[in-house]
């Protein structure tokens, strides 16, 4: 975490202050801004899909080098379908537009989750975009699609018991971090920070194993609302933070 921010806004200025190397992001509180408003949730989704490019080329700026954004759960399929298909389609158009902004950032684009529930179009959108970003040297973003953090686990189970079925391993050579490298984020460093905007006070099946030691940041701003003030300021609130893993 040897990073500084660059970004001077007064007050909630962080060029004096470490950045999380990782940091994580539950985009929540589209729908309940539309609401406020009078529209329907997909106006709230599609402010959201805004704010998330802002946000992700803000992180890129300052310097962090993981990003992961949790922008549809394996729960979320409970929806209704009109909110579902409405997501589905402003995923495709985003996905396009902000594949080619981030392409000035050298982002490099990785979806965690199982991709074979999207439709055929969606789907090679999705490896279109990790295939051509591989190569680029900037931050990892990582965006969470149809990414339930259980479901994760239970694959990485699933793989290594297979593993040990065919004598490749014994049960007893499975460590913490042969786990690890079977889950989405293999060969990542578990975030840093931890931000939920939208005021709940939960993890809703977002990177369980990972956030062991993550800090949390819960902040009363709807996804849509969520500035890089907002950002800075969750940065600060970290950096006040005393991290122990456990120690003294
Ligand atoms: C987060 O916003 C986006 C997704 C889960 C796809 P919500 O849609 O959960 O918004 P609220 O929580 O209902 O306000
Ligand atoms: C978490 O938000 C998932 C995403 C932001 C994509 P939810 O709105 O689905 O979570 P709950 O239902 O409030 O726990
Ligand atoms: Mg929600």
């Not at 931000?195 to 009363?220: H, K, T």
Request: glycine letters at 6%; charged letters at 30%; proline letters at 3%.
């Amino acid at each position: 975490m040897a990073f500084f921010g660059k970004s001077k806004d007064s007050e909630f200025d962080i060029s004096s202050v470490t950045v999380p190397t990782h940091i994580g992001i539950i985009m929540d509180g589209n729908g309940r801004w539309a609401k406020k408003r009078g529209l329907p949730r997909s106006a709230g989704h599609k402010a959201g899909g805004k704010n998330f490019r802002t946000i992700t080329r803000y992180c890129s700026d300052i310097g962090v080098k993981y990003l992961t954004v949790y922008a549809f759960s394996t729960e979320n399929w409970k929806r209704p379908q009109d909110e579902i298909s409405a997501l589905m389609l402003l995923f495709k158009s985003y996905l396009e537009e902000a594949l080619n902004d981030f392409q000035d950032d050298s982002i490099v684009v990785k979806f965690i989750g199982d991709k074979s529930r999207f439709d055929k179009e969606l789907r090679e959108l999705m490896i279109r975009t990790e295939e051509g970003s591989a190569h680029r040297d900037g931050m990892v973003l990582n965006i969470a699609m149809n990414y339930g953090s259980r479901d994760e686990i239970v694959r990485a189970a699933r793989t290594l018991a297979q593993k040990a079925l065919d004598n490749k391993i014994s049960p007893d050579d499975i460590t913490e971090q042969m786990f690890a490298d079977n889950l989405y984020t293999k060969g990542q460093p578990d975030p840093d920070l931890i931000i939920r905007p939208s005021g709940e006070y939960r993890i809703s099946n977002f990177l369980l194993w990972q956030c062991a030691y993550s800090e949390f940041v819960i902040m009363d701003k709807l996804w849509p609302d969520f500035t890089k003030e907002d950002l800075n300021s969750a940065i600060l609130e970290f950096a006040k933070r005393s991290r122990r893993f456990g120690g003294v």
